[in-house]
Each structure stands twice: as C-alpha cells, then as structure tokens.
C-alpha cells in the first residue's frame, strides 16, 4: 500500500474514533473516566510499540500500518 494513502486513511479512521470517544467523554459519567483512563494507556503503549518498531528497522510506514490496526479495533469496539 502507498505510504501517502496509509497515512491519510490513519486520519480520516482516527478522527471517527476521536469523534466517538469526545461524544463519550462529554457525558462524564463514570464510563467517560473509564474511556478516559483507557485511552491514556493505550496512547504510552502505542508510544512504546512506535519505539519498538523503530528499534527493530522499521520505518514510518510500519509505524502508521500498526497504528491503523489500534485504531480499527477502537472503531469497531466503540461502535459496538
């Protein structure tokens, strides 16, 4: 796959998640501090993993590959 399109398909997917989650957030019930927290951990992780992936060769690319693939879970986990 292009790099430009991986990219840019990370944005238009991560946009819907982040539009999910703030919808979520705004209610503040005890829900929005559980998405809260869990979205804070899984943002040190997918630091970690970027890291990772760097360390081990990678490169942008597979960075942006492993992120859409976070990003698609929370999608269909909030969608559901």
Known sequence: M???YSTFSLALEAGEVIA???SRIS???SDAAAESRLM?????SAALEATA???RGGNASHVVDNYR???AANALRLRG
């Open 40 to 44: 804070v951990t899984e943002k040190i």
């Open 69 to 71: 693939k976070h990003v």
């Open 2 to 4: 292009l790099w430009w």
């Open 27 to 29: 209610l503040g019930d």
């Open 53 to 55: 992936i760097l360390a």
């Open 20 to 22: 999910t989650r703030l």
